[in-house]
């Protein structure tokens, strides 16, 4: 299986500040990777798919980059409904496997 | 809209099955793959398997070979995710979950099934 390994694990923001997770997959070499935000009790809900492209309705101050074994998620200028939990997720084999996690915090 | 909506919260005794249903509206049911992703209590999201609502074809990830059974009802657009043998480790959130064919991301998720396993 490939694994997925989100950093940091937490990360204390203030509203506006520029937030970077990373993604590292164990293995890869494609851009078959997607970003996920979790609010407490909710669903995830989808940001970037194909490591960069902005699902349709999710604000422009989230960006993805990166290839092959590592990616990055930014959140320009965090507002306050940013904060949650992030996800990242391969899709390069089965079984799809995602990040333990980073929480976004205030 | 489209709309991926789940059954209840359930409450099962160790070495008992629970079925999850999820009923989906919106959009065209055989166009898209039904995927499941589990949560643990304050864990992670793990991805279980997925069904071909088309054919019916699965992929079920090993951990869970031999131990759960994705099928779907073409007639009502709902698909179903069945886990047995549970134990207090199955205590979780399942989640059914929209992919496209081709796709590797999901784009619509139900809105999750509470299954609690205890004696």
């Known amino acids: 299986d490939i694994q997925m390994t989100q950093s940091p694990s937490s990360v204390s923001a203030s509203v506006g500040d520029r937030v970077t997770i990373t993604c590292r997959a164990s293995q890869g070499d494609s851009n078959w990777l997607a970003w996920y935000q979790q609010r407490p009790g909710k669903a995830p809900k989808l940001l970037i798919y194909?490591?960069?492209s902005l699902q349709t309705g999710v604000p422009s101050r989230f960006s993805g980059s990166g290839s092959g074994t590592d990616f990055t998620l930014t959140i320009s200028r965090i507002q306050p409904e940013d904060f949650a939990t992030y996800y990242c997720?391969?899709?390069?084999?089965?079984?799809?496997?995602f990040g333990q996690g980073t929480k976004v915090e205030i | 809209q489209v709309q991926l909506v789940q059954s209840g919260p359930e409450v099962k005794k160790p070495g008992a099955s629970v079925k999850v249903s999820c009923k989906t509206s919106?959009?065209?049911?055989?166009?898209?793959?039904v995927h499941w992703v589990r949560q643990a209590p304050g864990q992670g999201l793990e991805w279980m398997g997925r069904i071909s609502t088309n054919l019916g074809g699965t992929n079920y990830a090993q951990k869970f070979q031999g131990r759960v059974t994705m099928t779907r009802d073409t007639s009502i657009n709902t698909a179903y995710m069945e886990l047995s043998s549970l134990g207090s480790d199955d205590t979780a959130v399942y989640y059914c979950a929209r992919v496209g064919s081709g796709w590797y991301w999901v784009d619509y998720w139900g809105q999750g099934t509470l299954v609690t396993v205890s004696s």
């Open positions: 194909a490591a960069s």
């Open positions: 919106g959009y065209t049911f055989t166009d898209y793959y």
């Open positions: 997720q391969q899709g390069n084999s089965f079984p799809w496997t």
